[in-house]
Nanobody, 124 residues
Framework: VQLQASGGGLVQAGDSLRLSCAAS??????YAWFRQAPGKEREFVSA????????YYADSVKGRFTITKDNAKNTVYLQMNSLKPEDTAIYYC????????????????????WGQGTQVTVSS
């Protein structure tokens, strides 16, 4: 079982990026994105339930980020628009076996599987 995150990079404020999280080995119930900025704790960004496609977002990214999935590729995407310098962080994808509700989806302890992280840097 493996989660492979990709798509990070260096962009300017206002630009867009799309992160990908490709899962191998199995399909999970919930996929999520977390991020961790230097000197800060890891925080929830967004999550999606594989069955039904219910999505969850942190207030800080709502309206700017969109999480989607590609069933055929077993891949989850995070489209990030209107990026801000405060979005700068390492972004991690995570997954768990069951479909989580919002209260558990935003908790890092919910997820048993983690990708390696991809760096997103937004310059002002």
């Amino acid at each position: 079982v493996q989660l492979q995150a990709s798509g990070g990079g260096l962009v300017q404020a206002g630009d867009s990026l799309r992160l990908s999280c490709a899962a191998s080995g199995r399909t999970f119930g919930t996929y999520a994105w977390f991020r961790q900025a230097p000197g800060k704790e890891r925080e929830f960004v967004s999550a999606i339930r594989w069955s039904g496609g219910t999505t969850y977002y942190a207030d800080s990214v709502k309206g700017r980020f969109t999480i989607t999935k590609d069933n055929a590729k077993n891949t989850v995407y995070l489209q990030m628009n209107s990026l801000k310098p405060e979005d700068t962080a390492i972004y991690y994808c995570a997954a768990n076996a069951y479909g989580a509700i919002m209260s558990s989806a935003k908790m890092s302890s919910t997820y048993a599987y983690w990708g390696q992280g991809t760096q997103v840097t937004v310059s002002s």
